[in-house]
């Protein structure tokens, strides 16, 4: 999914190292920075494409050249540069930001710790658990523990902002009244609901991604705090005193990660496996491409494996020589992006996979799969696009490595929702990146049901991170995001965009809201791509140009606005700002809004900032 192709693109990570040229770099950035920069990163990050999703040099600018170090050694792009020098990801990271590497490692901030750490609060608080608020990944919120409506959704103002030492690109969960998220810093904080203090903070090996997940720890009055990090780490932590419970290395593979939220159901964790492979497998020396996405069941209590699936069953094989005499292989890629969703009755688990990265592309990639939850055992899959084979390469300036007959990259990046029809019959639904929302039926096989295109959809979407569902209709934010014509990634203010109502029994559109005017900005499009979330009465979506908006769900009427992007005071003293909404929705709970703002994708439009927005007034 070239929505990921980031950190090298979105979801892969950070992104931390696009770079179009600018102004020359400052003196002491090195002339061999530039040389390594333009042989080992300009093939994903230089390639004058604007279809795919990398930030561009001037984003990475506002960045810190520790950060963009860090992500070399041990984040988003250690797959890219295991062969490079200490000493020469020093250059890159300096050449790239303009700032020198000042080595400051592990420090820790003391600004905004808590007082007082009190112990958890009940668990019968309000809260927000995972991705999508439980194990069926509707991304619904009810009208208790929400404590907003649309009666008082215009009262939500900001009461207090979280400065992240990096990009701001893992959901926030909240339990116990803390708020649990992950930061482009590798580290995991336990924040304050109320004040955004900080009560702990946790290490991790390399930057998390995804949404945290809680539960209780068997044979244990404690609970623990699930989650998964870019170097395919599994982790559970004490969520009182953010103490390690155990760590678990889910996969070998030097490219696989965990993007989706770990799922926690009956015992068991389970953790979606994804890969930037599809990045790394475009230069024409990479034998591309040998990884296959997975589910692997963990034991919550200790962290071991009950049972591992891959998404294609076959094993890589050799297939064929590139043109320069790189020997290929396939089958692969069908990477799992997103959160796994629970159906009990059934005691299945369904996914959604990504493309495949090269030939002979597998008929599970772009699908669903049902799995047994005891067995990993596969049930069914339905394919939503055949034939889609891509590499980052096959927009780039060397085709080498894309595959023949190459995909339009139409992959899933959002959880399958499982719903319940008021006359008993039930759904799964999900948007696609081509701009389809699908509706499959979990009890035939996954047979499709309705099919409604709401986009155009292309590499970048589309329809990408996350749809929300209630009882009658499903929310789907478009993205369709377009530029400007010319050799520059200038997004078009008057392209893409709109959120859809879809009624669930039949797939037909009952409201669409058209794309707003984003602004005077420089960089403003309507696209709406991060995931959309709903409470009754209301649904919140946030745009690429940092708006969040607040709709009736009766009609799509606006019901209430706030433009996140831009300098914001933070309670841990970090300068923050706010820009791009992408990936992570709104998460609700209590009479709070929490949000992150600031993806740094879109030029003009980066940024590090968690808001936290209350209807009380105290």
Known sequence: MQIVKSQ????????????????????????????????SCAQCHEQGSREVRAPTRSVMAAMSADEILRALESGAMAAISKNISQADKVAIAQFVSGKRVEQKRGALLNGGRCQVTAPTSARDEPQWNGWGNGITNSRFQSAAAAAISPETVQKLKLKWA??????????????????????????VYSL?????????????????????????????????????????????????????????????????????????????????????????????????????????????????????????????????????????????GAAVWSAPTIDPERQALYVATGN??????????DAVIALDLRTGTKIWHQQATPNDSFTAGCFGSDRTNCPENNGPDHDFGQSPILVALPDGRRLLVIGQKSGVVHAMDPDQQGKILWQTRVGKGGAVGGIVWGSAADQDHVYVANSDVRFMPGGLRLLDPSAGGGLFSLELASGKIAWKVPPFECGRRKQCSPAL?????????VVFSGGVSGYLRAYATSN???????????????????????????????????????????????????????????????
């Open 8 to 39: 090298i693109a979105i979801r892969a990570g950070i992104g931390i190292l696009n770079l179009v040229a600018l102004a020359c770099p400052p003196a002491f950035a090195q002339q061999s920075g530039a040389a390594l920069y333009s042989r």
């Open 162 to 187: 979280f400065g992240f030492r990096g990009a701001a690109n893992a959901q926030p969960s909240v339990f116990g009244g803390r708020v649990f998220v992950g930061g482009g810093d590798r580290k």
């Open 192 to 332: 304050d609901a109320g004040t955004g203090c900080t009560h702990w903070t946790f290490f991790t090996e390399a930057m998390v991604r995804t949404a945290i997940s809680v539960g209780p720890l068997e044979g244990s009055d404690d609970q623990a705090v699930y989650f998964g990090d870019i170097a395919a780490n599994a982790y559970a932590v004490n969520m009182s005193t953010g103490a390690l419970i155990w760590k678990t290395r889910i996969d070998t593979h030097e490219a696989a990660r965990i993007t989706g939220a770990p799922t926690l159901y009956s015992g068991v964790l389970y953790v979606p496996v994804s890969s930037i492979e599809e990045d790394v497998g475009s230069g024409s020396s990479y034998q591309c491409c040998t990884f296959r996405g997975s589910v692997v069941a963990l034991d919550a209590k200790t962290g071991k494996e009950i049972w591992k699936t891959y998404t294609i069953a076959e094993e890589p094989r050799p297939t064929k020589k590139n043109a320069v005499g790189t020997q290929l292989y396939g089958p692969s």
């Open 356 to 365: 495949s990265y090269s030939n002979p592309p597998a008929d599970t990639s």
């Open 529 to 537: 791509s991060a995931a959309v979330t709903v409470i009754p009465g």
């Open 556 to 618: 799509g009427s606006l019901l209430w606005e706030s433009d996140t992007a831009g300098e914001h005071g933070t309670v841990n003293g970090v300068a923050a700002r706010g820009g791009a909404m992408e990936g992570p929705g709104p998460t609700i709970a209590g009479g709070m809004l929490y949000v992150n703002s600031g993806n740094g994708l879109w030029d003009g439009l980066s940024g590090n900032v968690l808001l936290a927005f209350s209807v009380r007034d105290d």
